[in-house]
C-alpha cells in the first residue's frame, strides 16, 4: 500500500518534471533575451511580470478577471444546457433532424462576432449582450456533438433498454445520456475556448471592465508593459480553466476512459 | 386444449416478409409451436434460417407480417415484460457506465421493486452465476464469458416467465462455452426457468434441450421438432458419448443438411 503510494507519487513527480522543462525554460530563454530590450513594443518580461504582480495580483483581479469570468461562466453554463436540451431530441429523432438541420448550418456557419453590432442593438452594452455573444459560439460544437453522440447510440444496449421496460426519463437517464457522454465532453471542450476567444472579443467592443477591456485600454494609452501583462493574465486565466475542464471530464467519464485504457493496453 | 393452458409462449402461423423498394424478402414462411412452462426448447437452423428474425419477433422487437405470438397468454405487440432477453453480443448489451450490479438492478427498479428486495434478487443472482466478487467492477474488466454471466445474472433477477437467449455462447471459446452450457442447464433445474435457446450449434442443442426444433432455410419452416429424451441429468464427459446423443444429434443434422440442400436447389 504504502509501496504503491511511493510510487504513484514518483510517478507524479517524474511527469510533473517533463511537462515542465519547456514551460520553464522558454520562460527563461525569454527572460533572458528581453532584459535588455529598449524595443517599445518587447519590453523587457521582467518589467511585464513586475506590472503583472501589481495589477492582476492586485485590485485588477477582482474589477476585471472575476467579471470575465462571471460571464464566461453564465454564458457557457446556459450554451451546454441549451446545446445538451436541443441536441438530444434532434439526435432521437430522425425526422426532427431533418428538419431542422439546414437551419443549424445556416445559424453555425454566421461568425459569432459578426453578432455582436445585432446584439448590441438588441441588449446594449451590458453583461446580456456578452453573454449572449458567448452563448451564440459556444452552442454549436455543444449542439451537434450532442446530436452525433445520440444519434451513435448502441443498436444492441437499445434492444436491451427495450426488453427491460426501460423507457421515457429512465431510458434518457440511464441510455441515451450516459452512451452520448464522451462525444458531449468533446462538444463542450470546443465549446470552452470558443467561449473565452468571444468573451474577449465581445469585451474588447464595447465594455469598461473585463480582460478584454483592459487590454485594448493600456493599448490605446501605449502603457505597453501593462498591455502584455493583461495577455499573460489572459493566457494563465485560459489554462486554469482547461485545467479545471479536465478534472471534471476524468470524473465524469471515469467509465469511458477506465474502458479505453484497457483496450489500448490489450 | 390443454397444451395451450401451460403453453408460456404459443407462436401460431407467424410470417415475417422484409419489403424494400427493389424486393420481397420472406424471412419466416409459417411458424407453429408452444413452448410449455418449465421447457427448456432450442432452435437450430442454418445460418439464415431467420433464426435471429424469429427471435426479434418473439421478444417484441420486430411485428410479425401475420400471425401472433402469445407470451403468458397475451398478445405480443411491444417487448413483452414476461420476457428477459440475453443477446450474442455481450459487450454491448450491458451498460459500461454501470457496474455489474447497477446493470442487475437497473430493469429491477423499473418494475418497481422496493429496494431491499432488490438488494436481495442481485445477491442471489450473482451468486447463481458464481460471480459475487465482481458485484462492483465494471461489466469492461471481466472477460467475456464473465460478462455473458452478468447478462444471464441480469435475466434470472428479472425473475421472468420466459427466458429467451439468442446465440449467447457463439462468441467464447470453447472452454468458456462448455461452462456456460452447463451454468445454464443448472440455473434451468435449480431456478425452474422456461429457456427459449436459439443456436446453430447441433451438439449443444441436443446436449442443452429438452425438444430441438429445427428450421428450414428461409421463407423458415419447421422441419423437424426432436424430443431429446436423454435420461438423467447431463455432463459434458459422459452425456455427448452416449449412444441416445449421437442419434439425436443425427436426427437433427440430417434435418439441417437437408434444409441446407433444399436452400441450394432454390438458389
Known amino acids: ?266 | 386444449m390443454a397444451i395451450n393452458e401451460v403453453a408460456v409462449v404459443s407462436v401460431s402461423h407467424l410470417n415475417k416478409v422484409y419489403l424494400s423498394r427493389e424486393r420481397r424478402v420472406e424471412a419466416i414462411g409459417d411458424l407453429t409451436f408452444d413452448v410449455a412452462a418449465g421447457d427448456f426448447t432450442c432452435i437450430v437452423g442454418p445460418s439464415g434460417a431467420g433464426k435471429t428474425t424469429l427471435l426479434k419477433c418473439l421478444s417484441g422487437l420486430l411485428a410479425p407480417t401475420s400471425g401472433a405470438i402469445l407470451v403468458n397468454g397475451h398478445a405480443v405487440v411491444g417487448p413483452p415484460a414476461e420476457m428477459a432477453v440475453v443477446f450474442q453480443e455481450y459487450g454491448r448489451s450491458l451498460f459500461p457506465w454501470k457496474t455489474v450490479r447497477e446493470n442487475i438492478e437497473l430493469p429491477l427498479r423499473e418494475k418497481k421493486i422496493a429496494k431491499a428486495e432488490r438488494a436481495r434478487l442481485v445477491d442471489e443472482a450473482l451468486a447463481a452465476v458464481a460471480l459475487t466478487g465482481a458485484a462492483d467492477s465494471y461489466p469492461w474488466q471481466l472477460s467475456g464469458g464473465m460478462q455473458q454471466r452478468v447478462a444471464i445474472a441480469r435475466a434470472v433477477a428479472y425473475q421472468p416467465k420466459v427466458m429467451v437467449l439468442d446465440e449467447p455462447f457463439a462468441a467464447v471459446d470453447a472452454q468458456t462455452r462448455a461452462d456456460l452450457e452447463d451454468l445454464m442447464l443448472r440455473l434451468w433445474t435449480e431456478l425452474d426457468l422456461t429457456v427459449i435457446f436459439v443456436t446453430h450449434d447441433i451438439d449443444e442443442a441436443v446436449y442443452l434441450g429438452q425438444r430441438v426444433l429445427v428450421l428450414s432455410s428461409s421463407p423458415t419452416r419447421i422441419l423437424d421438432d426432436v424430443p431429446i429424451d436423454i435420461a438423467g441429468p447431463r455432463s459434458q464427459a459422459t452425456t455427448r458419448v452416449e449412444p441416445g446423443f449421437a442419434e439425436l444429434r443425427t436426427r437433427v443434422y440430417r434435418g439441417i443438411q437437408q434444409a441446407k440442400a433444399s436452400q441450394s436447389i432454390k438458389g
Open chain 1, 1 to 266: 500500500m504504502r509501496d504503491t503510494l511511493v510510487r504513484s507519487a514518483g510517478k507524479i513527480l517524474h511527469r510533473l518534471a517533463i511537462e515542465l522543462a519547456l514551460p520553464l525554460g522558454l520562460f527563461g530563454l525569454l527572460l533572458a533575451v528581453s532584459a535588455n530590450s529598449t524595443n517599445f513594443y518587447f519590453p523587457p518580461l521582467a518589467r511585464v511580470l513586475d506590472r503583472f504582480d501589481a495589477l492582476w495580483l492586485g485590485p485588477r483581479f477582482a474589477t476585471d478577471v472575476l467579471p470575465s469570468l462571471g460571464r464566461l461562466i453564465a454564458g457557457y453554463t446556459i450554451a451546454c444546457l441549451t446545446g445538451i436540451a436541443i441536441g438530444v431530441p434532434l439526435g432521437m429523432f430522425r425526422p426532427l433532424r431533418r428538419a431542422a438541420e439546414p437551419v443549424l448550418e445556416f445559424f453555425r456557419a454566421i461568425p459569432p462576432p459578426a453578432l455582436i453590432p445585432v446584439l448590441v442593438m438588441l441588449a446594449g452594452f451590458g453583461d446580456t449582450m456578452k453573454v449572449a455573444v458567448i452563448v451564440t459560439g459556444a452552442i454549436w460544437p455543444i449542439l451537434l456533438n450532442t446530436v452525433e453522440g445520440v444519434k451513435g447510440a448502441d443498436m444492441v444496449l437499445d434492444e436491451t433498454c427495450r426488453t427491460y421496460q426501460i423507457k421515457g426519463m429512465s431510458r434518457l437517464w440511464n441510455f441515451v445520456l450516459p452512451s452520448a457522454s464522451p462525444q458531449v465532453v468533446v462538444g463542450m471542450r470546443v465549446g470552452l475556448s470558443i467561449g473565452i476567444i468571444l468573451m474577449v472579443i465581445s469585451e474588447m467592443f464595447a465594455a469598461t471592465t473585463g480582460l478584454g477591456a483592459a487590454i485594448i485600454v493600456f493599448q490605446r494609452s501605449f502603457e505597453i508593459p501593462e498591455m502584455w501583462s493583461g495577455v499573460l493574465m489572459l493566457g494563465l486565466f485560459g489554462f486554469a480553466l482547461s485545467v479545471v475542464f479536465r478534472l471534471f471530464e476524468r470524473r465524469a467519464l471515469k467509465w469511458y476512459y477506465g474502458m479505453r485504457d484497457l483496450e489500448r493496453r490489450s
